[in-house]
């Protein structure tokens, strides 16, 4: 399993006022199993149900508001 560190910083805000991190499917992969952890105040990572979308070769992780966190995913 890899994984990929994120900033609050990177990501962007969107039409529908969601906040999201853009990808590529060659970063990731194309049949990954992702998962989005938030990091906690004390340093700690936690498992939470992020949406996901795909358009055509962006995989696209929305939330409500920025965080720092990682993507996890099977290349």
Known sequence: MLSKNF????FVL???NQ???E??????G???NLTV????E????????AMITRLNDQIFIKWSEP???RLIFEN
């Open 42 to 49: 004390n340093g700690e990572f936690e498992t939470i149900q």
């Open 67 to 69: 965080f720092d966190g």
């Open 37 to 40: 952890e938030r990091k906690k």
């Open 14 to 16: 969107n039409n529908d």
């Open 19 to 21: 906040y999201q991190l």
């Open 7 to 10: 900033t609050k910083t990177e």
């Open 30 to 32: 194309q049949g990954s």
């Open 23 to 28: 990808y590529s499917i060659e970063e990731i």
